[in-house]
């Protein structure tokens, strides 16, 4: 019972990311039909600017809202200087340039920070709890508790606000939101900005216990993907219930078949919802955006 507690455990903490990164794939393609494969620099951005500026003697909160401001504005960068300037490219022109991206955002880290690996100090000290015989660090509960936090955020955001909701019709209709006076290149730019700031929000609560480097994004985006697909792309409840049950699968195949596996089940899990569930486990039916 208690290992199977702890491998809940496990999962959860690492899934809850997971569910941030597949959130960020969520509000873009819903906004502008764009699988945004740079959404996992926007983590690596939000822990390693967050290490440098409290580094230098920066506050950690302030170094942490900071790190939100600057993978925000990189994410307004690259739908202003790359993916708004290629409109009317096809879906995988427009894929391979957020990966182009993500590449350059990789090599700029590199050469701004270094290649070494870098942690955080835990926000509420490293003593883990025990429950039922298993632990489970405080810093596991900043990363689900933040990642609540956010979720009810967006769905106040987007269900109470009035950009919310613009940002909402855009995504539904683009042509209906234009004529309805809504600008919707600058909704599609604040889906960027946000889907930045809450990948720098993820980046910021795991780096105290996965550690962070430049690199690190690669990895991040594609499991973000794969949750994206199992949860149904587009779906928001969609993305954190994908991400929460890729969290587990990826702890309870490590714990009971080989640590050496984990990395790859991202990939078999993509693999198995394109055959067997092409819209995921809840995603919605595909339509012709006009």
Known sequence: MAEVLQFCFSGLTVGA?????????????????VVNFAQG??????????VALAAAGMPLPVAAVAAVG????????LHRLAIEPARGASPVGLIIITIGASIFIRGIAQVVFD????KLPAFSGDTPFAVLGATILPQSLWVLGGTAAIVV????????????KAVAATAANRLAARLAGI??????TLSFALAGAIGAVAGILVTPITLTSYNVGTLLALKGFAAGMLGGIGNPLGAVLGGLML???????????SSAYKDGIAFVVILVVLFA????LIGKRSAERV
């Open 70 to 77: 600057v993978a925000a504005v990189v994410g307004v960068a």
């Open 183 to 188: 600008n919707t290149t600058s909704m599609m």
């Open 153 to 164: 955020g967006l769905h106040v955001f987007f269900e109470r606000t009035l950009i919310g």
């Open 41 to 50: 620099e926007f983590v690596m951005l939000g822990g390693m600017v967050t």
């Open 115 to 118: 290649k070494q690996f870098h």
């Open 277 to 280: 569930f092409p819209r995921g």
């Open 247 to 257: 969290g587990l699968i990826e702890a309870f195949g490590a714990g009971y078949l």
């Open 17 to 33: 990311v997971y569910a941030l990164v597949a959130l960020g794939f969520t509000i873009i393609y819903n906004a502008s039909d």
